[in-house]
């Protein structure tokens, strides 16, 4: 008897924790809607990279360094028909939120849209290296600073207060596109490319630059890259972002498995490579 009442205390015990370390997981296209709660498990290297590695700092600045040279070139040819601007994401390409991700897992809890809300609320983001520098310099050579965001209409406020309070240059409403019903960003480009020639596209993400690009289905996109891949560097800037992004998506093989099981069976071993 007492053998069975031990039994039952152990199974009882096994499944309260089994219940405790069920993981839920939603992937969708865009960074606001990947919802993994794994965070603690498989974001901490990536936000300390962003957060605490000289080496992040170094890619930024090469990026922003990189689109000077790229905007000064694509200045030289561009038609005079209408003015010239550079179009730009604003996370994680000018603006820094790893301190979301790190809140993330210091509370072990993932991405909802309220939690979202509440950090960009608290208008906190700061500039990502080279970027406020990069933009001051577009401002120099009169050329129109333009942001196509996937933050909603409802952060549109906290947002360019942030970034005012951050120092950016040329915080006109006006050219902020924020997300109103669906995350893809071509619509708002074209609304964009009406009124200006686009000499510039910078983002972490490909979906900031088209979203054929974006497009994941084959070879985790890889192809759709090789065939532009002279337009990085000259029209394309692209920031680094190892905390999230629509490129999660095509590593989500089976919705029966965790994301963090998904992501460990997507790892390239040498026993594939070397066969
Ligand atoms: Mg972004």
């Known amino acids: 008897m007492k053998n069975l009442s031990y ?112 950090w960009s609320d608290k208008q906190c983001a700061t500039a990502t290296p080279g970027a406020i520098e990069f933009l001051e310099y577009a401002k120099s050579k009169n050329v129109e600073i333009v942001y196509i965001t996937n933050r909603r209409e409802n952060e549109s406020e906290a947002t360019i207060a942030n970034m005012e309070k951050a120092g950016f240059p040329e915080v006109k409403a006006e050219n902020f596109y924020f997300r109103t019903d669906e995350s893809s960003k071509d619509a708002r480009r074209a609304m964009v490319a009406e009124k200006y020639n686009i000499i510039l596209l910078v983002g972490d993400n490909l979906a900031d630059f088209d979203s054929m690009l974006d497009d994941r289905s084959v070879n985790d996109g890889f192809d759709n890259v090789d065939n532009l891949k002279d337009q990085f560097g000259s029209l394309f800037i692209v920031l680094p972002n190892p905390m999230y992004g629509n490129w999660e998506k095509s590593l989500m093989k089976d919705e029966n498995k965790t994301a963090l099981q998904n992501k460990i069976e997507a790892l390239i071993g040498y026993d594939e490579i070397c066969k």
């Open 7 to 118: 039994l039952l205390v152990l199974f009882v015990a096994l499944s309260l924790w089994s219940c405790n370390n069920e993981k839920k997981e939603v992937i969708s296209d865009n960074k606001q809607e990947t919802v993994v709660n794994e965070t603690s498990e498989y974001l901490i290297n990536a936000t300390l990279w962003v957060q605490r590695s000289a080496e992040y700092r170094a890619c930024c600045y090469q990026s922003f360094n990189f689109a000077k040279l790229a905007l000064d070139s694509n200045l030289k040819t561009v038609k005079k028909d209408k003015p010239s601007a550079v179009v730009l994401d604003i996370d994680e390409t000018v603006m820094d939120n790893s301190y979301f991700e790190a809140y993330l897992v210091q509370n072990d809890t993932s991405y909802t849209k309220e939690n979202w809300k509440e």
